[in-house]
T-cell receptor, first 107, second 113 residues
């Protein structure tokens, strides 16, 4: 089992919908998680981080961490075609990334 | 503030050769990490340097090595190149103190023929 796992997708959502991206992890000691967005041909850029259980909101993005169930998710509200990219989840303590989920937002 | 820079951006090498890639972190950042990204394996951690010392290392063979200089610039070296080493090599730096987020450079696209 990989330490951080993501569904590779693609996840297809219509413009304006909520996109839900999920990441599960195996190390119960993991404390911090980061979400990065990577456009095709570009390098990853940080969009959200979360350290504690619960939700963290930043604009259209909400990160959720559930340590008991060992998953972290990213919700994108009012999805836009410009959100189409691959979203990578990182578990900080292990410096491990998931393989990423490709999101496609159709107009 | 200038971002993370990597040189060269593109490189074509032949099997058996060696290659050196360079990374200059954001000014003030002392932590530099290297990653290999391939379509099949995703982003895989190679190593992390902090103040000229290797702090963490991923599961890569000894052909992959790195170092960091006193000005925080870092280099990674791959010896005896194999076809499977073809990938995008990304460097990232972290700010000091409480911030743990990474800032990635544009990457070096290495093709081994």
């Amino acid at each position: 089992q990989k330490e951080v796992e993501q569904n590779s997708g693609p996840l297809s959502v219509p413009e304006g919908a909520i996109a839900s991206l999920n990441c599960t992890y195996s190390d119960r000691g993991s404390q911090s998680f980061f979400w990065y967005r990577q456009y095709s041909g570009k390098s990853p850029e940080l969009i959200m981080f979360i350290y504690s259980n619960g939700d963290k909101e930043d604009g259209r993005f909400t990160a959720q961490l559930n340590k008991a169930s060992q998953y972290v998710s990213l919700l994108i509200r009012d999805s836009q075609p410009s959100d189409s990219a691959t979203y990578l989840c990182e578990g900080f303590q292990k410096l491990v990334f998931g393989t990423g989920t490709r999101l496609l937002v159709s107009p | 503030k200038a971002g993370v820079t990597q040189t060269p951006r593109y490189l074509i090498k032949t099997r058996g050769q060696q290659v050196t890639l360079s990374c200059s972190p954001i000014s003030g950042h002392r932590s530099v990490s290297w990653y290999q990204q391939t379509p099949g394996q995703g982003l895989q951690f190679l190593f992390e340097y902090f103040s000229e010392t290797q702090r963490n290392k991923g599961n890569f063979p000894g052909r992959f090595s790195g170092r960091q200089f006193s000005n925080s610039r870092s280099e990674m070296n791959v010896s005896t190149l194999e076809l499977g080493d073809s990938a995008l090599y990304l460097c990232a730096s972290r700010p000091p103190g409480q911030g743990y987020e990474q800032y990635f450079g544009p990457g070096t696209r290495l093709t081994v023929t």
